[in-house]
C-alpha cells in the first residue's frame, strides 16, 4: 500500500523568503503525486501534480514542485512567499488505475512579516 | 458560482443522534467522494462514488451510509453519532477516465461536533 510522510508537522518563514516543504512517498511503481492547500476553514486546491514526463512541475499561486525518484520525494517549492500563502499543505499520492489519494498529515505555513 | 458545495457548515449534535451532511457540485463530475479530516488534519477517503455507483468504500463503520440520488449529489448518513465521530467531513468531485479523474475538487467541509 501506499504511503505519504511529510516530516515537518509545522514551518515558519518570512515573507519575501523561500519556501521548500517535504514530501516522501513510499510506493511499488511510480505513483502519481500531487499537492494541495487548505486555507483556513476552506477545502483543499489542487496546487500542483505530477504524472509524468518532466520532474519539474509547475503549479498555481507561482508553486514549483520536483519528483526525484531516487529519494522517493516530491518536495513543494516556492522563491519568495507571500503573506496569503499561510494555509496548511498536504502532499498525496495517488496509484495508477485507482483514484483513491493517500494524504500526508500536512505541513502547517506560517508567514511572519 | 460554488463548485462543490456542503451544507450545514457547522454541525453540532448529542451522542446518538442521526444526522445527514449534503453534498452538491456543478461541475458535470462523475465521480464524487467523501473524506473525514480529524483533529490531527489526517484526511482520510471513506466513500466514492461513480455515477451512483459505490466504488470505493474504506472500512467506515456502517453506521455511515452514503447516498447519491444522481450524479451531482452525494450525502452521507450518519446513524447512532458517537463522540469519535467529531471531525471535519469533505465531499470532493472528479472527471472520470484518465489522470484527470485524480484531480479531486473538495468542498468547504462540514464540521461536525458530537457531544
Known amino acids: 500500500a501506499q504511503s505519504v510522510t511529510q516530516p515537518d508537522i509545522h514551518i515558519t518563514v518570512s515573507e519575501g523568503a523561500s519556501l521548500e516543504l517535504r514530501c516522501n512517498y513510499s510506493?511499488?511503481?511510480?505513483?502519481?503525486l500531487f499537492w494541495y492547500v487548505q486555507s483556513p476553514g476552506q477545502g483543499l486546491q489542487l496546487l500542483l501534480k505530477?504524472?509524468?514526463?518532466?520532474?519539474l512541475v509547475q503549479g498555481i499561486k507561482g508553486f514549483e514542485a520536483e519528483f526525484k525518484r531516487s529519494q522517493s520525494s516530491f518536495n513543494l517549492r516556492k522563491p519568495s512567499v507571500h503573506w496569503s500563502d499561510a494555509a496548511e499543505y498536504f502532499c498525496?499520492?495517488?496509484?495508477?488505475?485507482?483514484?483513491?489519494?493517500?494524504f500526508g498529515t500536512g505541513t502547517r505555513l506560517t508567514i511572519i512579516p | 458560482d460554488t463548485a462543490v458545495s456542503q451544507t450545514p457548515k457547522y454541525l453540532v449534535t448529542q451522542m446518538g443522534n442521526d444526522k445527514s451532511i449534503k453534498c452538491e457540485q456543478n461541475?458535470?463530475?462523475?465521480?464524487m467522494y467523501w473524506y473525514k479530516q480529524d483533529s490531527k488534519k489526517f484526511l482520510k477517503i471513506m466513500f466514492s462514488?461513480?455515477?451512483?455507483?459505490?466504488?470505493i468504500n474504506e472500512t467506515v463503520p456502517n453506521r455511515f451510509s452514503p447516498k447519491s440520488p444522481d450524479k451531482a449529489h452525494l450525502n452521507l448518513h450518519i446513524n447512532s453519532l458517537e463522540l469519535g465521530d467529531s471531525a471535519v467531513y469533505f465531499c470532493?468531485?472528479?472527471?472520470?477516465?484518465?489522470?484527470?479523474?485524480?484531480?479531486?475538487?473538495f468542498g468547504p467541509g462540514t464540521r461536525l461536533t458530537v457531544t
Open positions: 470532493a468531485s472528479s472527471p472520470t477516465g484518465g489522470v484527470s479523474s485524480y484531480e479531486q475538487y
Open positions: 505530477y504524472f509524468s514526463g518532466d520532474t
Open positions: 510506493y511499488g511503481a511510480t505513483p502519481y
Open positions: 461541475l458535470g463530475h462523475d465521480t
Open positions: 498525496a499520492v495517488g496509484p495508477f488505475g485507482n483514484e483513491k489519494l493517500t
Open positions: 462514488y461513480n455515477n451512483k455507483e459505490l466504488i
